[in-house]
């Protein structure tokens, strides 16, 4: 079973004189900012996030026992697992993550993906207004099983910013059905019981001039293998074993999976007539594929 699972223990200050003669690799961001580092010793693997507190693991394991830095209330260091340590360690395995959001409709999964700042999160969660399950806010994490695309959930709290974060400002509240807000220290998330297909993926892009207010095009396998490919999380250009596995897998999520590019006139007033047209579109290829 592929069962993550963080236990979090003492402060980090115990930690970091005895890392230091290890660190190989720093961490940054895609402005080019250091926001951490890793180191392997042994099995034994390592990250520090700035701020955060350190993440320690053994190879082929999905446990991690954390170190917070003194402060960080341990449900922050949880979401932190969730947004980017979760990430790496499936990568380590069969599976890839997909820079995303994603929801859960009665027909699958659907995810969104593309650069930053293009509603990804926000159209998810004004989703779930309208009945749909939020899956995950920042990874898709999915796997090819007997040639189907299969998507999984990663209870990530969305990320919302500026008019979003007001009007969906329930979300930033504490609590779900996660427990995340519980005072547990030893978290475990079930991921094959989350599996489900993955049945579309649409590339958000700026409305351009001319076109209609809301517009959904397919997208050829050739055209989207770059895109999709553009927006994957990965450990390491070194690792060729590793990155021929996730070139893999994204040659058939674009071969298997209806890939379409979707484009509107972003403002909160359109927010939910978009995800109205989705839905339509959804019901659409349903019964396409009935």
Known sequence: MD?????????????RESVEPYVAERWRDAGGRSFGYSWQQGSQY???IDSVGFFIT?????????????GVPDRY????????????LLQTSCWDCLHGSSVVTASGVVAFCGPPDRGKSTLARAWTERGATAYSDDAVPFLV????????????RPRLHGGAAVLFRESLSPGSEDGEASEARECIHDLESTLRPLVATYWLEPHPPGRAKISIEPLRSSEAFPLVLSEAHFLSLDDLKRNRKMVDNYLA??????VFRLSFEWNLDVLFEVVARLEQHQRRLAGFHN
Do not use: K
């Open 3 to 15: 069962d993550l699972r963080l236990s979090i223990r003492c402060s980090s200050a115990c930690l």
């Open 46 to 48: 390592g990250i520090y």
């Open 58 to 70: 053994t190879s082929g394991s999905f446990h991690v026992t954390g170190y917070p830095d003194e």
């Open 77 to 88: 260091f949880r979401d932190v697992f969730f947004h980017t340590i979760a990430r790496w």
């Open 145 to 156: 099983r007997n040639g189907v695309v299969m998507a999984a959930r990663l209870p990530q």
């Open 253 to 258: 999520l674009v071969q298997s999976v209806p």
